[in-house]
């Protein structure tokens, strides 16, 4: 809550004049509107690309945001329809859960020294692979109900998708997360979750 | 109908109501096969809440500030729209309306056989020039344009 209303205080210092303040808003979002950009574009290039563009449209529309939400759910929808242009003007391939060209090795279940290695580090690192490998929608949802501090309504809002269906989404998500990461880390999975 | 896993995840979220959360805390007590799920769900819960969010390049913030400096300040919807050019526009076509409705009105005979009201007959004609009419049409015209550029940016964004 304090976060919003600091949000607020800093979007009228803008609208009153003072542009700089801008920077703080960028530098408080620019993490999660760029973690974001990269659940859809899949390469950080783009997902840069994507995000300043996200924020650029956010400050030419600033004078038009209603005050009634919060600002991170109306920069999460401004950050889909970039991210989705972008992905529309690319064309860029997604990799599919099914897909079996996915060059991810499994670890060795039976090599001591793997199992060992697998620290809280590298379990993250395979739950981003494991999220990237999702479909940019449901890899969205999964970011913005985990880091974005958004109920399945302000998902909805920002994704312009009904609650309802953010919720079987999310569902979906969170099924094929499980089975992606135990066919990643076989064994290994029950010792990472 | 809910799979058993639906029913942990909603359990696990918070989306459940009191009398649906007792039953699934009674499953989880008294099956194994639930408990069993329920662990390994709040495993996966604990994990995806704790995952991190990517940074992005160093200059990232520097490079959005350049771009924006180039862009028009933004300000407030409500300080954008000033009030007089809508009581302009709006005057503007209640002038119009009352003078087309007047000439309209003028340029009727009423006639009755049992009451006769006296005629005004008004040569509006002298007003309504063809410079008046291309005047009036060039204002409309221009305030359309005005519209559709406002339209336009709004859509754009």
Known sequence: MQQQETDLALI???????????????????????????????????????????????YRALGTFRQTSKFSTWLYSITYTSAMTALRKKRLTTVSLDDETYTLQPLNPGSASDADTIDKKSAYSYLNIAIDSLLPDDAAIITLFYKGEQSLEEIGQALFMEPNTVKVKLHRARVRLKEKLQSLLKDEVKELI | MKTIEEQIWDYIDGHLTVEEKR?????IASDAAYRELYKELSAVNLHLAGMETDMPPMAFNRNVMEMVATEIAPVSLKTKVDKRIIYAVGTFFILAI?????????????????????????DFSQYFTPAFIKIFLFTDLLLGFIYLDSFLRRKKI
């Open chain 2, 98 to 122: 009352l003078s087309i409705l007047i000439y309209a009105v003028s340029q009727t005979r009423f006639t009755s056989s049992a009451v006769r009201l006296p005629v005004m007959v008004i």
């Open chain 2, 23 to 27: 039953t699934i805390e009674n499953k």
């Open chain 1, 12 to 58: 009228t210092a803008v609208l009153n004049g003072d542009t700089a303040v801008y920077s703080e808003l960028v530098k408080r979002h620019q993490r999660f509107v760029f973690t974001l950009a990269l659940r859809f574009t899949k390469n950080r290039e783009d997902a840069e690309e994507v995000a300043q563009d996200c924020f650029v449209k956010a």
